[in-house]
Nanobody, 124 residues
Framework: QVQLVESGGGSVQAGGSLRLSCAAS????????MGWFRQTPGKEREGVAQ??????FYADSVKGRFTISQDNAKNTLYLQMNSLKPEDSAIYYC???????????????????WGQGTQVTVSS
């Protein structure tokens, strides 16, 4: 019954924007710290942005361009992506981490629940 359903991916030109959404169900949303990851062929899954105790983590490559947010009433996580670059092209995943482990740079392997991923393609 646990589900993280992602939407909002697509193809855009460099400099454009996308807003990703992740609708969560089947678990107590507020008992978890939520985050976004991305993966491209030949690379390990990379943390993009996540909530952790006392703040928000952003990868250096997306600082100033991406914004993570959430609506607890709707159990929904968002990632606003502005000024997109071709290097941002990847499959983007949302994930949930048990609150007791919620800290910056926690391994992706420790996240309990994952979405199916949504493709983002940025062209020059």
């Amino acid at each position: 019954q646990v589900q993280l359903v992602e939407s909002g991916g697509g193809s855009v030109q460099a400099g454009g924007s996308l807003r990703l959404s992740c609708a969560a169900s089947g678990f107590t949303y507020t008992d978890y710290c939520m985050g976004w990851f991305r993966q491209t062929p030949g690379k390990e899954r990379e943390g993009v942005a996540q909530f952790y105790t006392g703040g928000i983590f952003y990868a250096d490559s997306v600082k100033g361009r991406f914004t993570i947010s959430q609506d607890n009433a709707k159990n929904t996580l968002y990632l606003q992506m502005n000024s997109l670059k071709p290097e941002d092209s990847a499959i983007y995943y949302c994930a949930a981490l048990e609150r007791r482990f919620c800290r910056q740079n926690y391994s992706w392997a420790g996240f309990a629940y994952w979405g199916q991923g949504t493709q983002v393609t940025v062209s020059s």
